[in-house]
Nanobody, 121 residues
Framework: QVQLVESGGGLVQAGGSLRLSCAAS??????MGWFRQAPGKEREFVSC????????DYADSVKGRFTISRDNAKTTVYLQMNSLKPEDAAVYYC????????????????WGQGTQVTVSS
């Protein structure tokens, strides 16, 4: 059974940084992604990375501030979040897709349980 386990969330002041991790139990996916969902809002795409080649994509709202990376040996994906803003506060979810292009939540087949990110102003 596929498992995705996120960690690294927490409380940070605006302008601060956090690094999220997502450990996958298997590497039978093409893409790994990060999504977030704030209270009362839809789950939105944040970033994704391909296992092979490391191709990445970002939502416009996080470009230049967030960096996604992967450690193939550990089957772990990271999301480095810098210059955090109050509007970045949300539950962040890791997801895995068998598709080669996946920037929509409906493209993803497996999801982690989420990790809370809180940004104080």
């Amino acid at each position: 059974q596929v498992q995705l386990v996120e960690s690294g969330g927490g409380l940070v002041q605006a302008g601060g940084s956090l690094r999220l991790s997502c450990a996958a139990s298997t590497r039978t996916f093409s893409m790994m992604g990060w999504f977030r969902q704030a209270p009362g809002k839809e789950r939105e795409f944040v970033s994704c990375i391909s296992w092979s080649g490391g191709r990445t994509d970002y939502a416009d709202s996080v470009k230049g501030r967030f960096t996604i990376s992967r450690d193939n040996a550990k089957t772990t994906v990271y999301l480095q979040m810098n210059s955090l803003k109050p509007e970045d506060a949300a539950v962040y979810y890791c997801a895995a897709s068998k598709r080669l292009i996946a920037t929509n939540r409906y493209d993803y087949d497996y999801w982690g349980q989420g990790t809370q990110v809180t940004v104080s102003s």
